[in-house]
Nanobody
Framework: VQLQASGGGLVQSGGSLRLSCALSGFRLDDYAVGWYRQAPEKEREKVSCISRSGGSTWYADSVKGRFTISKDNAKKMLYLQMNSLKPEDTAVYYC??????????????WGQGTQVTVSS
């Protein structure tokens, strides 16, 4: 099982980025998948999650209305569209998968992370 995150970069405040996560080694519709982030000197936090069926999504309060999670089961891809980015969104973003649900942190599988930096 592998997850490969990409799409991070440097963007100005108010800008947008789209993160992608390529998953391999399992059926995407058998797993809950999500995005997590860790800012410098902070704990890793759950950002957004989508259920195995894709029918349920969850967002942290800090990103509601700005971020949109989606997935393509056939392509085995997970996405996070991030709009209206703020400097406090600066972090390393990780994609993760679990065969039951999106836990606060204890997911079965993790990608390697992609850096997002938002300048003010």
């Amino acid at each position: 099982v592998q997850l490969q995150a990409s799409g991070g970069g440097l963007v100005q405040s108010g800008g947008s980025l789209r993160l992608s996560c390529a998953l391999s080694g399992f059926r995407l519709d058998d797993y809950a998948v999500g995005w997590y982030r860790q800012a410098p000197e902070k704990e890793r936090e759950k950002v957004s999650c989508i259920s195995r069926s894709g029918g349920s999504t969850w967002y942290a309060d800090s990103v509601k209305g700005r971020f949109t999670i989606s997935k393509d089961n056939a392509k085995k891809m997970l996405y996070l569209q991030m709009n209206s980015l703020k400097p406090e969104d600066t972090a390393v973003y990780y994609c993760a998968a679990d065969d039951f649900q999106c836990w606060e942190n204890n997911m079965d599988y993790w990608g390697q992370g992609t850096q997002v930096t938002v300048s003010s």
